[in-house]
């Protein structure tokens, strides 16, 4: 899940596995979410985003899952690589501000 | 695809300078942000324009600056620069939303160190 705190959730999963990274939100007037994949050195790359009139959104090999009821946002990966290593962390926005989360750090093992 | 591109990618300056961090955006974005990250926390707006010659303050504009002169291009400004002012500064630009919402496009960061 995502954490304000100073250490980053992690997650780390066998090479081919599938990974979930979760996400708890907590405006319910958000109705736009975004996950990010930062690299080390790298600024946050854009993955996939997902509107609040939809529960689901599906890309090349993600998966955006939305429940409202929760305020519940995860990415799921297919089939992770190496090169899917990263932190990835998700943002909502409502009419004004968009707001990021710290992130979850995702490690695979080859 | 969208380019950020921030000017520099590590900076060292020192305790009372004026330090200038330059980013273009080549995709005709009409929204440019200025964020801070640090180590365990969600980045943290400073300063984003909405226009040429227009900016609004984020969440902790205190000790820094912006000029937007061009629509390309958004400039964060430490007027005189301190060392709680050590970061990873990201500049990012989005499509101003037709009806719906659009995400942020992000540069590579600038690391600054402020001695």
């Not at chain 2, 000029?67 to 964060?76: D, Y």
């Amino acid at each position: 899940g995502e954490s304000v705190g100073l250490h980053l959730p992690t997650l780390s999963v066998q090479e081919g596995d599938n990974s979930i990274i979760n996400c708890a939100y907590s405006n319910s007037a958000s109705d736009y979410f975004i996950w990010y994949k930062q690299e080390s050195g790298k600024g946050p790359q854009f993955i996939i985003d997902i509107r609040s009139n939809m529960d689901k959104r599906q890309g090349q090999r993600v998966t955006v899952l939305l429940n409202k009821t929760v305020k519940h946002l995860s990415l799921q990966i297919a089939a992770t690589q190496p090169g899917d290593s990263a932190v990835y962390f998700c943002a909502e926005k409502d009419n004004n501000d968009m707001r990021f989360g710290a992130g979850t750090r995702l490690t695979v093992k080859p | 695809d969208v380019k950020v591109t921030q000017s520099s990618r590590y900076l060292v300056k020192r305790t009372g300078e004026k330090v200038f961090l330059e980013c273009v955006q080549d995709m005709d974005h009409e929204n440019m942000f200025w964020y801070r990250q640090d180590p365990g926390l969600g980045l943290r707006l400073i300063y984003f324009s909405y226009d040429v010659k227009m900016k609004e303050k984020g969440d902790i504009p205190e000790g820094y600056s912006v000029s937007r002169e061009k629509k390309e291009r958004f400039s964060l400004i430490l007027e005189s620069a301190s060392t709680n002012q050590t970061s990873m500064y990201l500049c990012a630009s989005s499509l101003k939303p037709t009806g719906g919402r659009q995400p942020q496009h992000f540069g590579d960061g600038t690391r600054l160190s402020i001695l």
